[in-house]
């Protein structure tokens, strides 16, 4: 017995291409056991099982698709180059797409035709959606791409983008990085942006999401993006900014991701200093550094660290740390003999926050 499924090409899209045609070839085979052959519209059989037919000619399946009938063959010499058999149209979104043939007796092999056909059906539909994600994915980083990088603005095309994700230049945006830990699933994370209703994101190798969310939605759903970043997944939130001053916004929120410290979610609006630090060079960084606290232990820096969170509080912070004031004040005045500076004078007590900031 055989298999031929004859291949209808559309104008503008084809369902059944030369890969799609040897995985349903496959397919099939492994479940009836059986020799399968795609026609194309002149009636020729461009893919097979069975190598020695590729390039023959197939009328059944033809006269299928002229009469969009089922074609059962009962002689093998009924028609040119077709066996005894059954021969089914397969239809999608209400076209005929290929016709299914099956040799042997009709009544026999009819049912592997259905099997067939519903195994062609879902193939497509697999391959159909996977085209769409990828286009998806494709027009989601040209937009994103072209805002960051303030090109194609006055593109057609770039205009219809803006009309599909239903974004508008005049609007306030904001630009989220979302950082994933080593183990996080990339679809996972996709998932999430999804349920949040964000249009368009980006994902960058190896581990980087980029997201656009509309500022007003922002304020409404922040709880949510705080709830999803935790311990596999960080996200910093750029400043609020019309959508044609996206790269601003890009650039504040790597601001912020730079700032995020030990905590997983951080939004540019709540940093003040940091801000004005990170334009200090690498070189001013480091000498300011060796001026200040390079002399300074670990544990001299996280005392320091815990002392200005509790606004320079004697008490507050000898209770954070278990230990004695009196032990506090000492341990204060040590680190004013090692560095120069005396935390608990307010010029010098601003000198190490900055240093400690810088660092």
Do not use: W
């Amino acid at each position: 017995m055989h298999i031929y499924l004859v291949l209808i090409p559309k104008e503008d899209y084809m369902y059944i291409n030369n890969q799609l045609a040897t995985q349903i070839v496959e397919t099939v085979k492994d479940i009836c056991d059986h020799d399968i052959n795609f026609i194309d519209c002149q009636g020729i059989i461009y893919a097979s099982t069975d190598i020695k037919r590729i390039g023959s000619f197939h009328e059944a399946g033809l006269l299928a698709i002229k009469e969009k009938r089922i074609i059962e063959v009962y002689d093998d010499t009924s028609f040119n180059g077709s066996l005894q058999g059954v021969n089914l149209p397969v239809y999608y979104h209400d076209q005929i797409i290929a016709v299914i043939g099956i040799s042997g007796k009709p009544d026999k092999v009819k049912k592997y035709a259905y099997l067939a056909q519903k195994i062609t059906n879902l193939l497509i539909r697999e391959k159909e959606l996977n085209e769409f994600n990828r286009s998806q994915a494709e027009k989601m980083h040209y937009l994103l791409q072209s805002l960051l990088d303030q090109e194609n603005l006055d593109s057609q095309y770039f205009s219809d983008m803006l009309k599909y994700f239903q974004l508008d230049l005049k609007n306030n945006y904001r630009l989220l990085i979302i950082l994933a830990k080593r183990l996080v699933n990339e679809q996972s994370i996709i998932q999430e942006l999804h349920s949040l209703a964000i249009p368009v994101y980006h994902y960058q190798y190896p581990n980087r999401f980029l997201a656009i969310i509309d500022a007003d939605y922002f304020n409404r759903c922040e709880y949510k993006l705080k709830k999803l970043a935790g311990n596999q997944v960080s996200i910093a939130v750029g400043k609020q900014i019309p959508l044609i001053k996206l790269s601003e916004s890009y650039h504040s929120a790597l601001i912020a991701l730079r700032n995020i410290q030990d905590h997983q979610y951080i939004n540019y609006d709540v940093l003040t200093l940091e801000i004005i630090l990170q334009s200090i060079s690498i070189y001013d960084k480091k000498d300011y550094l060796n001026k200040t606290i390079a002399m300074l232990s670990l544990e001299d820096l996280n005392l320091l660290h815990i002392y200005f969170e509790e606004d320079m509080s004697l008490l507050n912070t000898a209770n954070r740390l278990f230990i004695h004031k009196n032990t506090l004040q000492y341990k204060l005045d040590r680190i004013h003999k090692l560095c120069g500076y005396n935390p608990r004078k307010f010029r010098d007590a601003n000198i190490l926050y900055l240093a400690l900031k810088l660092k």
